[in-house]
């Protein structure tokens, strides 16, 4: 990896995702993390959306806070398993809080729950969001530089993401991954279509290698041979994984910001430190 330093991108956006804390104590430090992580001056804040709208309350109790501190906000919401009514009255719930910015989703129903619902593929929230609201809100959707773990071919994971795009998405937010190709060989699929929205990388910081290796084997995120045979080298060394991590991703940082990504999405899992330290790392603190 190398060691230089970039220098500073006044046009290089920053965006944070949080997810709702489930207790009062988390809620309390998810206060101070977003205090820490305000001082980056994020373009926004994002908030997770539980399967099925399991967490709506707690994601708008969360949304509110960061919009009354005079911070942008920009709620998930995913509409697998949701009726138009129920969706209209989100919407109409989030216009009159004057939030400006969503990130529309598929998602994923809950566990035992069968019937999807009015909303098959996040186009159709898109398309419902541009009929019901208009140019209100700005609407950020996922990408896949991967492919999602069930498309059926990269084809069809391709296809889906430019119906998002044409059906009035603003930007996109990927995955993580850890193969910056990855990203650029999807940008240019995306764009070889005609679709010229802003493709942001989602970035993953890495705190431990366990959980990290179990959630991308479920979601679909590829960690490279050679990173998982150094991680596995250290054991239960944290310090060293840590190190190796911030190497790893700060690292990537630099090769997806000279390639010309347009911004940087933060998945800081409610966490500070390591997303500030890369940003320090990048001269974007």
């Given amino acids: 990896m190398t060691s230089s330093l970039l220098t500073p991108n006044s046009s290089l956006t920053l965006s944070i995702e949080f997810f709702p804390p489930q207790?009062?104590?988390?809620?309390?430090?998810?206060?101070?993390?977003?205090?820490?992580?305000?001082?980056?001056?994020?373009?926004?804040?994002?908030?997770?959306?539980?399967?099925?709208?399991?967490?709506?309350?707690?994601?708008?109790?969360?949304?509110?806070?960061?919009?009354?501190?005079g911070l942008v906000a920009a709620p998930h919401l995913s509409c697998i398993g949701s009726t138009k009514e129920s969706i209209r009255a989100i919407l109409d719930e989030y216009r009159r809080e004057n939030i400006r910015r969503i990130v529309a989703l598929r998602g994923d129903l809950p566990s035992g729950m069968a019937d999807p619902g009015e909303f098959r593929y996040a186009n159709e929230l898109v398309e419902f969001i541009r009929r019901e609201t208009g140019d209100h809100f700005t609407i950020e959707v996922a990408a896949y530089p991967e492919w999602h773990p069930q498309a059926r071919s990269p084809a069809d994971d391709l296809a889906n993401f430019v119906k998002k795009a044409q059906a009035g998405a603003n930007s996109a937010i990927t995955q993580y991954f850890y193969n910056a190709d990855a990203y650029f060989h999807f940008v240019d699929a995306v764009r070889a279509r005609g679709v010229d929205i802003p493709i942001v990388p989602g970035i993953m910081p890495i705190a431990g290698f366990s959980k990290l290796a179990r959630f991308s084997d479920a979601c679909g995120a590829e960690i490279p041979r050679w990173m998982r045979k150094k991680f596995e080298g250290f054991g239960d060394d944290v310090e060293s994984i840590r190190a190796f991590g911030l190497d790893v991703v700060a690292g990537l940082c630099e090769k997806l910001i000279e390639g010309g990504a347009p911004g940087l999405h933060f998945y800081c899992m409610n966490q500070a430190a390591l997303t500030t330290e890369i940003c320090r790392r990048l001269k974007l603190a």
């Fill in 23 to 69: 207790t009062p104590e988390g809620v309390d430090k998810l206060r101070a993390t977003r205090a820490k992580l305000a001082e980056l001056k994020p373009e926004f804040f994002s908030v997770t959306y539980g399967a099925g709208g399991s967490t709506r309350e707690r994601t708008f109790a969360i949304v509110r806070e960061i919009a009354g501190e």
